[in-house]
Nanobody
């Protein structure tokens, strides 16, 4: 089983930057970031497959950058030009494949608050 530990959340003013980190206890085929606010569903933010194939939600394109370090099984989310609308709990997600079976794992969540 894979355990995910997140760090890097906090409070920042609009226009500022934060960088989230998520370290997995094992290797993953794909790693993603989702975010959620009370009363809403958990929405996809960014994902990375392999070492360079990335995908972003339209709301964060041009502002957020996802990357990974395979040596440490760590995925990062660099968030620039933050907006109050980005305020949410951010969850790291890892997808593993074992014997052709896919499994999904989640981090504990990192709180991000953007003030106006």
């Amino acid at each position: 089983q894979v355990q995910l530990v997140e760090s890097g959340g906090g409070l920042v003013q609009a226009g500022g930057s934060l960088k989230l980190s998520c370290t997995a206890s094992g290797r993953a085929s794909a790693m993603n970031w989702y975010r959620q606010t009370p009363g809403n569903e958990r929405d996809f933010v960014a994902g990375i497959i392999g070492g360079s194939s990335t995908n972003y939600a339209d709301s964060v394109k041009g502002r957020f950058t996802i990357s990974r370090d395979d040596a440490t099984n760590t995925v990062y989310l660099q968030m620039d030009r933050l907006k109050p609308e980005d305020t949410a709990t951010y969850y790291c997600n890892a997808i593993t494949v074992t014997g052709g079976h896919y499994e999904s794992y989640w981090g504990q969540g990192a709180h991000v608050t953007v003030s106006s």
